[in-house]
């Protein structure tokens, strides 16, 4: 497996060859759109200031004394009569070949732009290619002869120190760049295999964690993020845990109360009504392991998000399940002297799954009939508001503390902890409510104070 630092080099070399090929070929096609009919001219110019000076020598040693400097400060040059007296001026040319019928043209008196009329290469620059089709000709007079002349810069000559000292600065360049960016990316792969390490720690069940969150870039960001995302995995966890213990504690106690009172219960010698009262708690407590495992099968599902518990949605009134709620609670109101108060308008209509949210007002209104002393009252309102609709249960009980709040909807808590189990509740009724309500894309709020409980359910219209 190729380190990260292994494909940074890679990838750095392969961004150095790309980028130097493509500079080059945008360089050469710049060159040759550009500055290839400049430097024809320009040669062309020098040539001619060459023909005119030769040309008002006297003698024909003098001309070629003339020609051999102006080869030595830097020109490549061919002389020639078209009848085979051809004379070499400098470095020799790399390709000799040059078409007669560009010799004819000089010696009939024009100009030869053999740099202009160049063809065009993606990666050949015209500038170093030292052929002798690649020159400016003129015409050349020396006495009763006449000659054509063709020249072109000796680029090595010329420039042959200046090559070497700027291959030089490019080669230390690219390899200086390579050694700095790969010490550099240090800085970039040190946190990412910190937070590889964090990983593994989190793999491990370890969550004390500890990262450099104070950058201010990208790294920092996905540090501060790693560090949330441990402190929400943790929470988890520790909720998980506090769930299975949870769940060990309500099912032990009805199961060790069922096992104590089914050996009384089995003693022959017992009295019949005795008896009957021991069998009375087993069956109690058989209910509320069947209710405990009922709940904890819905919350299950309700918590993996089973597409059927809200595909299965239908539009329906309001008004006609808080009835069927009601009927359901009568006796229990009526026991405890509770009046209940329903001002929920027959024109407001929900769509969501009926028998989840039946399941909604069945708790939120058994829990306020369960808990609040007699003679009291519950207000059950709702009112239609902009693509939504908004449900108010509210009582007159004894209110519940601020400090209990925040965890209201938590599994098995009980604000009342005097009560725990006596009361027959399990304390997954409102952890219940508030999935169904989540699944239904809505919210569900509480505030309490001395004067009662105010539930607030809002589902949005679908």
Not at 26 to 41: C, R, V
Not at 270 to 295: D, F, G, M, N, V
């Amino acid at each position: 497996m190729r380190s990260l630092y292994v494909r940074i080099f890679l990838i750095t070399v392969a961004v150095i060859i790309v980028s130097s090929l493509l500079g080059f070929f945008f360089s050469n096609i710049y060159y040759h759109a550009k500055l290839k009919d400049f430097n024809d001219e320009k040669l062309v110019g020098i040539a001619m200031d060459m023909k005119k000076f030769a040309e008002e020598q006297p003698e024909p040693s003098t001309v070629q004394r003339y020609l051999h400097n102006a080869a030595a400060l830097g020109y490549e040059i061919y002389v020639t009569d078209g009848q085979g007296d051809d004379q070499f001026y400098g470095r020799e040319f790399r390709e000799k070949e040059l078409d007669k019928q560009a010799v004819r043209l000089v010696l009939s008196g024009d100009v030869y732009h053999g740099v202009a009329e160049f063809p065009s290469q993606p990666f050949i620059t015209g500038f170093f290619d030292n052929q002798l089709s690649n020159t400016v000709g003129v015409p050349l007079q020396v006495g009763d002869a006449r000659y054509a002349m063709f020249m072109r810069p000796d680029i090595i000559l010329q420039f042959g120190e200046l090559r070497i000292f700027f291959a030089l600065i490019g080669a230390l360049t690219v390899g200086i760049s390579v050694l700095i960016f790969l010490f550099s990316t240090r800085y970039l792969v040190n946190p990412i295999e910190r937070l590889s390490e964090a990983t593994k720690r989190i793999a491990q069940g370890n969550y004390n964690l500890k990262l450099n969150t104070a950058r201010r870039d990208e790294i920092g960001q996905l540090a501060q993020h790693f560090m949330t995302m441990s402190r929400e995995l943790e929470r988890v966890d520790q909720a998980r845990q506090q769930f299975v213990s949870n769940v060990s504690h309500e099912i032990q106690s009805p199961l060790t109360s069922i096992q104590g009172f089914a050996q009384l219960v089995a003693d022959r010698e017992l009295p019949e009504q005795e008896r009957a009262h021991y069998a009375s708690i087993i069956e109690t407590e058989s209910r509320h392991l069947s209710l405990l495992s009922k709940q904890l099968l819905l919350l299950s599902s309700l918590e993996q998000g089973h597409e059927d518990m809200t595909q299965t949605q239908a539009t329906f009134a309001l008004r006609s399940q808080f009835r069927q709620a009601v009927q359901v609670l009568q006796w229990q109101l009526e026991e405890k002297e509770l009046s209940l108060r329903m001002s929920v308008p027959e024109s407001i209509k929900i769509t969501g799954n009926e028998v989840l949210l039946m399941q909604v007002w069945m708790n939120l209104l058994g829990n306020a009939v369960q808990h609040l002393p007699k003679g009291r009252s519950i207000e059950v309102r709702a009112e239609q508001l902009d693509k939504a609709c908004v449900v108010y249960i509210q009582d007159t009980g004894d209110g519940i503390a601020a400090e209990h709040l925040p965890f209201l909807f938590d599994r098995f808590y009980r604000a009342d902890h005097a009560r725990e189990r006596s009361s027959g509740g399990t304390g997954l009724g409102l952890a219940i409510v508030q999935k169904i309500i989540r699944l239904h894309h809505g919210t569900i709020e509480v505030s309490s104070s001395a004067e009662g409980t105010l539930f607030t359910v809002t589902l949005p219209q679908m």
